[in-house]
């Protein structure tokens, strides 16, 4: 919800989806194009400012969404860094920190930072459905769309559901006790399960009442400022790749 | 009996439908909808009203029986069944069962993209039918931040930008609030002033009296009886015997007149604004 929250309230709300694209995919080229991790955290902190500053995201927003993949990150570097040796007793178990490996760790901990930047860049000034209708543009397999426009538009159909009838369960002290807590996140599931049957069978007679016989096709959208956004995009993901070769 | 028939734009001639798990849909059901008229359907709960809907617009097929548009015998074939599908638009009750995309003017594009119009084309139906309802603000706005009864006038919005011929609209007054049942009612008026033919399936009575040109009664799958709204006031006990009640302002009216009320000429009241006119235009010579 904080992304999508961002997504539709942010200053580039109305930039060409293309344009970010393309800095978004200058950014994964710059990250890449990096060969040193001073390189790589360079573009990082480009992105992340980029976002902050000139979308104007919340500092505090953007860490709360950025926080469960730097601790996915965290803990990847942390196991690649630090190996374990088995000696010939149980006393000759240890942990070292491989010398050797940390460059290679350090790289790969400001690449991964990069291209978490690059797409929270993406994903937080640019709504869902203009990045579907992008992909549409791009001609990325219809399916593949069509799923991802079910997933998104009934994420929010089904989180409403679960909110209900968690609310209707704890009315009538369904989480009061763990047994019971238990017993209720049961029902749930199972009533969720009926609903996302049900709905989708809806979904399909409401797509048929409109003249639907396959794909999900809708009006692609058209930006007035498209060119202008690219070519600006354009000229700060050169500008980003650039970097990050000087500083390599 | 040709001109009768062209003038019926829907007819549902002795249809019945069982669901495969062998309940009844619809049982010998017999209904013809005259051009431009506004018709309520009323039932129950488990009536049939949606059942019969989806035959209306070719989602269903009859198990017997016949469903005639324009007075053609309905055709099943794809072609046949994207001709009807474009003159007869159906809302569904729960909007959240009808929008698929999570952006306002992107499901409004749904019905006219798969018409096969051009994107010009389709772009200014979207933007005519956004303002027709009222929500051209709102186009950008994601589908999930919208309250419900914006989401149902999206949905209004995705039918009408394929321009049908027919609007049928299934409960489209419930969960609405009172000022948005009068928005709708006004936007259902409108579509109707322009020639449209509106089909709704109700429980409220009284709105059908007040609103329709005919209303439809349908008892466990058979459609029991159709009346002019106008015969509504000579019909009060046979309308009760379907227990689905009778419009207040009728039995009002009803009794005022037998306690001596002096309105025995001129229509019957078919709102309460209409019997309060009455009422003050009686006090008003008395004083």
Known sequence: ?248 | MKLQTINHILELKDVSFRYPDGSVGLDHCSLSIKRGSRTTLLGANGAGKTTLFLHLNGILRPESGTVVSGGIPLGYSRQGLNTLRSRVGLVFQNPDSQLFSASVREDVSFGPVNLGLEPQTVRERVEEALKSVGMTDCADKPVHNLSYGQKKRVCIAGVLAMRPEVMILDEPMAGLDVAMQAELTMILDRFHAEGMTIIIASHDMDFAYQWSDSIAVMVKGGCKATWDVKSIPDVLEQLAAHGLGIPKVAEIHQFLISNGFPDKEGPSPRSHQDLMRKLAAVLTCRT
């Open chain 1, 1 to 248: 919800m904080l992304i999508e929250h961002s997504a539709y309230a942010n200053r580039w709300r109305r930039v060409s989806p293309a344009a970010k694209g393309i800095f978004t995919l200058c950014g994964f080229v710059g990250t890449f194009a990096a060969a040193t991790p001073a390189a790589a955290l360079s573009v990082a902190a480009v992105l992340c400012a980029v976002t902050v500053l000139g979308a104007g995201i919340p500092p505090e927003r953007y860490l709360r969404v950025a926080a469960p993949a730097l601790l996915f990150l965290t803990v990847s570097c942390l196991s690649l860094a630090v190996s374990l040796r088995i000696g010939n007793t149980v006393e000759d178990l240890s942990l070292q920190l491989a010398r050797t490996e940390f460059h290679r760790v350090v790289q790969v901990c400001g690449r991964s930072l990069g291209g978490l930047a690059a797409l929270l860049f993406l994903a937080m000034t640019t709504p869902l459905t203009d990045i579907i209708a992008l992909l549409r543009r791009l001609r990325a397999p219809e399916v593949l769309l069509d799923i991802m426009i079910l997933c998104y538009r009934t994420l929010f159909v089904f989180s409403e559901a679960v909110r209900d009838t968690i609310t209707a369960q704890s009315a009538r002290l369904g989480y009061a006790t763990v047994r019971l807590s238990l017993r209720s996140l049961g029902g749930l599931v199972a009533n969720i399960t009926v609903q996302v049957w049900q709905r989708s069978h809806a979904l399909h007679v409401a797509a048929m009442a409109r003249n639907n016989d396959g794909p999900l096709r809708f009006l692609e959208k058209t930006s007035p400022k498209s060119t202008r956004d690219i070519c600006i995009a354009a000229g700060g993901g050169i500008v980003l790749i650039a970097l990050a070769l000087v500083i390599s």
